[in-house]
């Protein structure tokens, strides 16, 4: 079952990976994860994507995809992956075709999250976090019961602002790989406005007919 999951910031993309990865038992694999392997492991492909990430640097595609080639062959994806934040661009999707080619491997479904402007930045501003516990609250559908008790703080980037300048770049990188995925046969799209259980259960209704 090799996956890709796309969905806004605040769609509930990670909730459903965590329960994908339980289902199925495959590794969610999102680019973050891939760079800090290849450099904890000292890949020669790791220490050059440090060297362009400790300069402030974008990682460069050639890196990025050579990266994902070293990843998706480890024995942990034999059975199968969900890739979360990969691919962005068209040229990054031809590549990985390339790279699932040589390892006998296809991209069996792409599960977009869908959710309207409006939730996605009623979701993301009204997130709150306890310093204490650590524990993600909502303002308005589940706050604390004590914000003094759990020292509540946003995060600088959960404002209104960053939060519009985010869903654009999401749109703006996304929208043609829709089409892209989509051409290809291989696109579904789940409402991300239902109750987790059942964005969930449409879900598997589609994977678990493959």
Same mark, same amino acid.
């Given at each position: ?96 075709? !390339? ?10 479904? &792409? ?51 960053? &939060? ?6 999401? !749109? ?39």
């Amino acid at each position: 079952m090799n996956i890709i999951l796309f969905g806004a910031p605040g769609a509930g993309k990670g909730t459903q990976a965590k329960i994908l990865v339980e289902k199925y038992g495959i590794p969610q694999i999102s680019t973050g994860d891939m760079f800090r392997e290849a450099i904890t492991n000292g890949t020669e492909l790791g220490k050059k994507a440090k060297s362009f990430m400790d300069a402030g640097n974008l990682v460069p595609d050639d890196v990025t995809i050579g990266i994902v080639e070293e990843r998706l062959s480890k024995k942990d994806c034999e059975n199968g992956f969900i890739l979360d934040g990969f691919p962005r661009t068209i040229h990054q999707a031809e590549e990985l075709a !390339k790279i699932l080619e040589k390892q006998n491997k296809d991209i069996d479904k &792409v599960v977009v999250l869908e959710v309207r402007d409006g939730e996605i930045v009623e979701r993301i501003t009204g997130r709150r976090i306890s310093k204490k516990t650590g524990k993600i609250y909502h303002i308005k559908h589940n706050p604390p019961v004590d914000e003094n008790e759990e020292d509540i703080y946003q995060r600088d980037d959960d404002n209104e602002t960053a &939060v519009v300048t985010r869903l654009a770049e999401y !749109k703006n990188q996304t929208a043609p790989l829709f089409d892209y995925y989509k051409d290809l046969g291989k696109t579904v799209i789940i409402n991300g406005e239902q109750e987790v259980g059942k964005i969930t259960e449409d879900i598997l209704k589609i994977l678990n007919s493959l």
